[in-house]
């Protein structure tokens, strides 16, 4: 149980949640998991107005989420682990920005429900050659349950994978595919299917832990990123305040990120 209060809309909720674990054998393990959360909406939401687009809704309430899932975990030996999940998710009291028919304008507003569920597989793989990879795949069906239309802007499935690999002493090679469906826009378009590809190469020490003493230069971290890797055109939905029904997205990028542990 988790009581929480927020001083910003004066809402005090409790917050049950509960497991049940079981394990048939060493190697594997079953588990049904129960939680209640709530997301509460932010001050843009409830109190930006500019007159001209958007109006305020200080009475806006908070989304109540109440999520079920079914795990099973196995462990294949051989250094292979899969994992199945079920799931289901019901969301109350959605926060939507919808248009005003008094004032022409845009208000977020507690609009309707969600009900969401589906399944995720994932296999991954550890290596002692510091190979290390991992597939997985994910279904999910999103609906407004009041007219079982489609939910906007969430993808029916999800393909994941990745491969990282030790190069060298502290130098790490990783390389990632992400595989989405088309998803629906506030416009009742769709945008096309996409495949992405990203790419990194790591410096990490790791003869320096946090309570070791060692020079600076030990203790940073060095990393190279080129996201959507072979340019890919997409799109994602825009929302109700974007003239497009889509907007397109970065092409290749490249990110270079240096931290020092302390």
């Known amino acids: 149980m988790r009581d929480e209060y927020y001083e910003l809309t004066k809402y005090n909720s409790v917050c049950p949640r509960a497991s049940i674990i079981y394990n048939p054998s060493d190697n594997s393990s079953i588990k049904l998991l129960y939680s209640n959360a709530f997301r509460e909406p932010n001050i843009y939401e409830l109190y930006y107005s500019d ?76 290596f002692k050659s510091s190979l290390r ?43 990632d595919i992400d595989i989405e469906s088309g998803r629906k826009t506030v416009y009742d378009t769709w945008t096309k299917p996409f495949c992405l590809n990203n790419l990194s190469i790591s410096f990490i020490p790791q003869s320096v832990s946090l309570n070791n003493d060692g020079n600076l230069f030990d203790r940073l971290n060095f990393t190279f990123k080129v996201n959507n890797l072979f340019d890919v055109r997409y799109e994602l939905p825009g929302g109700p305040e974007h003239l497009q029904n889509a907007l397109m997205q970065n092409g290749t990028n490249y990110i270079f990120e240096a931290s020092v542990k302390f």
């Open 51 to 126: 007159g001209y687009y958007t109006e305020d809704n200080p009475a806006l309430e908070p989304l109540i989420i109440n999520s079920v899932e079914f795990l099973y975990e196995q462990n294949f030996g051989y250094n292979l682990f899969g994992t199945v999940t079920c799931f289901y998710n019901k969301i109350d009291d959605i926060i939507e920005s919808v248009l005003d028919t008094l004032t022409n304008l845009q208000q977020f507003r507690n609009n309707t429900k969600i009900i969401t569920y589906g399944v995720e597989l994932e296999i991954q793989s550890k």
């Open 133 to 175: 990879n991992y597939v997985s795949f994910s279904y999910q069906r999103s609906r407004y349950p009041d007219n079982n239309n489609y939910v906007q802007n969430s993808p029916e499935y999800l393909i994941k994978g990745g491969v990282s690999y030790n190069l060298a002493k502290y130098l790490y090679f990783g390389f």
